[in-house]
């Protein structure tokens, strides 16, 4: 969708960066109306996110989502956004505005049930998952985040299931593995664990390396 978006200058020339733009009057202020596309707005958005530019990033969405307040993508971008910078009561309205949109966004589930594992609503977590689920059963993030909640309800056996799962569709998933090994070593056993550490350090996990010195004589995945 494309919008007429005022911007207030003094320049006299009917075209500002390459774009045609029509000129008004208003109040005796001259005013340049420069026609934009939401997609993008999103793409500069994106590109701004992409280089940790996250609140000038969610300016850019915050743009379209005035101009257009059911366009899912800007929503879901800038929900995305603010769970970058840990404003999670925020993304969580986003992300539950993106959904009333679209309740089969898997990708969206399973960012909502990461909002709510911060918020400590693990049950809502594991919710947003499954329903996720439902919709892709091959979206690794989605088992990934039900592990953590499950995780955190002392729920180890449910959370290396979830793993399992991510780790079968995605056999890099570094961070699968490490907390695999952590609910295995919370179930006494060792031997898994140091093994699941051994891959996740393998993988590139920084934080594997200090349970593999700690509970496995230093034998590191490298």
């Not at 940790?52 to 995305?80: G, H, Q």
């Not at 179930?187 to 594997?208: E, F, H, I, M, P």
């Amino acid at each position: 969708m494309r919008h007429a978006l005022f911007i207030f200058t003094i320049l006299c020339s009917g075209y500002l960066l390459g774009q045609h733009t029509d000129t008004v009057h208003l109040n005796n202020t001259k005013v340049i109306l420069m026609a934009l596309d939401d997609e993008q707005i999103i793409k500069e958005g994106d590109s701004l996110l992409d280089r940790n530019m996250i609140n000038k990033a969610i300016a850019k969405y915050t743009i379209v989502v005035e101009l257009s307040p059911k366009n899912k993508k800007a929503i879901s971008n800038r929900a995305f956004a603010y769970l970058q910078i840990d404003n999670y009561s925020k993304s969580l309205i986003d992300y539950n505005v993106a959904l009333s949109l679209d309740s089969t966004d898997y990708i969206n589930l399973s960012n909502r049930a990461l909002v709510k594992w911060y918020m400590k609503n693990y049950r809502g977590s594991i919710d947003d998952c499954d329903k996720a689920i439902k919709y892709n059963e091959n979206f690794a993030y989605a088992y990934f985040h039900k592990g953590i909640s499950q995780f955190q309800l002392n729920r180890y056996k449910e959370a290396i299931f979830s793993y399992d799962k991510a780790i079968k569709i995605d056999s890099t998933f570094a961070r699968a593995f490490y907390n695999r090994g952590n609910a295995k070593f919370l179930l006494d056993n060792l031997a898994d664990a140091c093994s699941d550490w051994q891959k996740a350090d393998a993988l590139g996990n920084k934080t594997a390396i200090s349970m593999l010195q700690k509970y496995c004589n230093g034998k590191s995945g490298q």
